[in-house]
């Protein structure tokens, strides 16, 4: 599977942590000692836990070595370490905040998945989760028809799908694990220099399995034909620039304390 590229990734740094922040300042524990963020990438997320919660134990995970090593190096204050949250066999202990910005939609069987995120948290932790929601945005309807063009032969390529459920269906898993829980949606309107700097911006996440796919020759065609794609799909602002809706999924969700029994 194509490996991810931290530098391509933090091209557009700011963007992809606001989510974060945001997702943060939700987060109701006062004190909390010990923090899990899953799917760290390069570290700017669990930089964001570090600064809102100095004094907790703050671990990021992921699976991509070029991530980790990319993490450690820019903040080599912070504990991170290569591993797979669907790999059971691993015990990384409990936490009071288990966190995760823009990674479990990479990851299936969310319905499995959720309630094991649960069972490590601590009595009365969070869980916080960030998911992209974005298949209804142009740029992302326009992928999904080029990649499906023949020519491209990705049928035969084992490509990382989205793992998303429903927001309903969402609603449902957390209602059946907590009855203290939140759910919102944010769509960012992200100001894009040009249409380059778009494809530049899925380069280094959505389209990343299909570029290991090709050639260079191949991959510089594949660009080009989204590129112009979407060049007829969307228009410059008066100031020249392009908006780019990025539409994302949150939830918040506590381990309540077990009601003691008479």
């Known amino acids: 599977m194509a490996e991810w590229n931290s530098e391509l990734y933090l091209k557009f740094k700011n963007q992809r942590t606001q989510p974060s922040i945001d997702l943060v300042k939700r987060i109701c524990i006062q004190h909390p000692h010990s923090i899990l963020d899953i799917g760290c990438g390069p570290g700017n997320s669990t930089k964001v836990l570090k600064d809102f919660f ?24 912070i504990t991170f370490q290569i591993s797979d949250i669907t790999d059971h066999s691993q015990n990384l202990g409990k936490f009071d905040i288990i966190f995760s910005n823009a990674c479990l ?46 020519k491209w032969k990705f049928a035969s390529v084992p490509i990382e799908e989205m793992k998303t459920l429903t927001c309903e269906d969402y609603f449902d ?21 040009s ?22 020759a191949d991959q510089q065609l594949f660009l080009s034909e989204i590129a112009e794609k979407a060049s007829h799909a969307y228009k410059k ?9 990025f539409r994302r999924f949150f939830f918040t969700a506590v381990r309540s304390a077990p009601h003691s029994s008479i």
Not at 195 to 215: C, E, F, Q, T, V
């Open 54 to 77: 100095p004094d907790a134990e703050v671990l990021g995970i992921d699976n991509s070595e070029n991530m980790i090593a990319k993490a450690k190096e820019t903040y080599p204050d």
């Open 105 to 150: 939609q990479w990851v299936p069987d969310h319905k499995t998945l959720l309630p094991a995120l649960f069972e490590k948290l601590n009595e009365n932790g969070v869980l916080a989760v960030q998911i992209p929601m974005n298949e209804k945005e142009m740029l992302f309807q326009i992928v999904n028809d080029v990649v499906c063009e023949e």
């Open 173 to 193: 898993i957390l209602s059946s694990l907590t009855s203290q829980f939140d759910v919102w949606e944010t769509v960012y309107y992200h100001n894009m220099p």
């Open 195 to 216: 249409i380059d700097s778009m494809i530049d911006w899925i380069k280094g996440s959505r389209l990343r399995p299909y570029l290991h796919a090709l050639n260079e």
């Open 237 to 245: 602002q008066e100031n020249g620039e392009i908006i780019f809706k």
